[in-house]
């Protein structure tokens, strides 16, 4: 089958839209967790353990993700569990009032959504960027910056201006699903087959060499994938950039407001610093990656972001802390995309690379928020964070393990 460079452009953006979507939806939650810390009465631990279930619900979909998608395809995962994010947000809108249970309920059910949606969109942006032939992964992962930033600005605004938690989680919910379902229809198949290459007198054609496999053998491969050591070793590399990415997310706003003494609107404002720096390191780090190579480059940023979490941690006061969430942001942003493309490195093992490099990734997910929290209990949330300095410095010794395959071992893997 043969695609158009205009269905592959069309793509691109339902895939730029799905980054977004997944991204306003992370941020507009996270923006309102001290509110909602607030409302149930939470110490540090234990709203570490609240997390808990978003990070396990994801952790529980990413291990069959990538059999989900082979099955139903990245277009139907990921409109399928856009629907099933906006339900789970609205129980958390609706049930925060009421308890700790329907919180822990829709935040699970959202990370279940959020892990199979993951995996789809970065299997079909893996596709996309095979077809145009350039790295593009790092852009997607600046749109699902794109929408943090969109998403907590809205959530700051809503704080400010005394919004609550439940109108803005509501509209917010039913807007993601509503579009997602409409996005998605754009996305190429993704056993689309080979495709031929540009010649001046098919210049409609994006060239790219996909090959085609039966959904057997993508189900089969998602079993020996676990036991593939560059792809542990990837998986690994990525859990620390996804507890780097995670814990500013997770504890940036609370830790302001605990620490600093500022405003909660302030404490989200900070929050919205950081992924704006992680959106323009996003956007930008494609011409870095294809100057200077994936490993350079992560391993420099790697370095920023310790930079930033230093500043952030001993900085005396606000301003230090507001350069050092931006320097954190920046220096984490192209760890996991960078991941998720060396996993896609080949095109026949992508989906089951993709889904067991996101699942070791998630652990961060599942591990830091209790880590953090409660750590924050004795140290204080700010302290507590040199734990992921630490984790940072470890993945420096990794960043080996994402150099692009080179071309004899992906033809021996196509023909072995």
Same mark, same amino acid.
């Given at each position: ?144 910056? +794109? $929408? #943090?930033? /969109?998403? *907590? %600005? ?5 704080? !400010? ?7 803005? @989680? ?95 609107? +302030? $404490? #989200?404002? /900070?929050? *919205? %610093? ?5 959106? !323009? ?7 870095? @990656? ?95 964070? +040199? ?30």
């Amino acid at each position: 089958m043969t695609i158009a460079a205009s269905e592959v452009r069309a793509a691109t953006r339902a895939v730029y839209a799905a980054f977004i979507l997944a991204g306003v939806a992370a941020a507009s939650w996270a923006s309102r967790i001290p509110q909602v810390r607030d409302e149930l009465g939470l110490t540090p631990s234990r709203l570490g353990l609240v997390l808990l279930a978003l990070a396990a619900g994801s952790i529980v979909s990413l291990l069959i993700a990538g059999q989900i998608v082979a099955r139903f395809g990245s277009s139907r995962t990921v409109a399928a569990m856009g629907v099933l994010l906006g339900v789970a947000l609205l129980s958390v809108s609706f049930g925060y009032e009421y308890g700790v249970v329907p919180v822990v309920i829709g935040l699970f059910a959202f990370g279940f959504a959020n892990g199979a949606w993951d995996v789809a969109m970065n299997v079909q942006g893996a596709i996309v960027e095979r077809r145009l032939g350039k790295a593009i992964m790092p852009r997607f992962h600046a749109g699902f910056s +794109v $929408g #943090t930033v /969109a998403g *907590a %600005l809205v959530g700051a605004g809503a704080v !400010a201006t005394g919004v609550s938690v439940t109108l803005h @989680l509501a509209v917010t919910a039913v807007l993601i699903a509503v579009v997602v379902v409409f996005s998605v229809r754009a996305f190429v198949p993704d056993d689309a087959g080979p495709v031929p290459a540009v010649t001046p007198s098919d210049p409609t054609m994006i060239a790219s060499n996909p090959p085609v496999i039966t959904k057997r053998e993508r189900l089969r491969n998602a079993v020996a994938t676990w036991r593939e050591p560059r792809t542990i070793l990837v998986g690994v590399f990525v859990l620390a950039f996804a507890f780097t990415e995670g814990a500013g997310i997770d504890w940036i706003s609370v830790s302001m407001i605990d620490s600093y003494g500022t405003s909660a609107a +302030v $404490g #989200t404002l /900070a929050f *919205a %610093l950081f992924l704006s720096a992680m959106t !323009a390191g996003r956007w930008f780090g494609p011409a870095l @990656l294809d100057r200077y190579g994936r490993v350079p480059v992560v391993r420099a940023l790697a370095a920023v972001s310790v930079g930033g979490l230093a500043l952030y941690i001993l900085g005396p006061s606000t301003p230090f802390a507001f350069a050092g969430a931006l320097l954190w942001g920046l220096g984490a942003s192209l760890g996991f995309p960078v991941g998720m493309s060396a996993a896609a490195d080949d095109p026949a093992h992508a989906a089951s690379r993709v889904s067991v490099v996101a699942s070791i990734g998630y652990c961060a997910f599942l591990g830091g928020p209790p880590l953090i929290g409660f750590l924050g209990d004795h140290v204080t949330v700010k302290n507590a964070l +040199v734990a992921v300095a630490v984790l940072l410095v470890v993945s420096l010794t990794l960043a080996g393990a994402v150099r692009p395959l080179p071309e004899v071992v992906l033809e021996q893997e196509r023909m072995g």
